[in-house]
């Protein structure tokens, strides 16, 4: 079974960084698209970003020119780069895939990190 590893959050003043990691691990043959999600307190989960394989990315309007996604394919890692943070980022973000095809073919799809707490002061 696929598992993924986050980390990188944290508390943070605003306007300040932070960069979010996610590792996936086993025998890994692709992944499409990575990508990362967040919830608020007492909000529903949002997409934040996505990444295809070939490098193309999707935003949330509300982080657009803010934050940054990106992709290590021999590392089946993905990163999100957060600058410019505000309170209203406060969230658990979670690392997401909707499908990874492994060494032997067989797919798993919807597979989600544990989150990792990101926590915005004003």
């Known amino acids: 079974q696929v598992q993924l590893v986050e980390s990188g959050g944290g508390l943070v003043q605003a306007g300040g960084s932070l960069r979010l990691s996610c590792a996936f691990s086993g025998s890994i043959f692709s992944i499409d698209p990575m990508g990362w999600y967040r919830q608020g307190p007492g909000k529903q989960r949002e997409l934040v970003a996505d990444i295809t394989s070939g490098g193309s990315t999707n935003y949330a309007d509300s982080v657009k020119g803010r934050f940054t996604i990106s992709r290590d394919n021999a590392k089946n890692t993905v990163y999100l780069q957060m600058n410019s943070l505000k309170p209203e980022d406060t969230a658990v973000y979670y690392c997401?895939?909707?499908?990874?095809?492994?060494?032997?073919?067989?797919?798993?799809?919807?597979?989600w990190g544990q989150g990792t707490r990101v926590t915005v002061s004003s």
């Open positions: 997401h895939a909707d499908r990874v095809t492994k060494s032997d073919w067989r797919r798993e799809y919807d597979v």
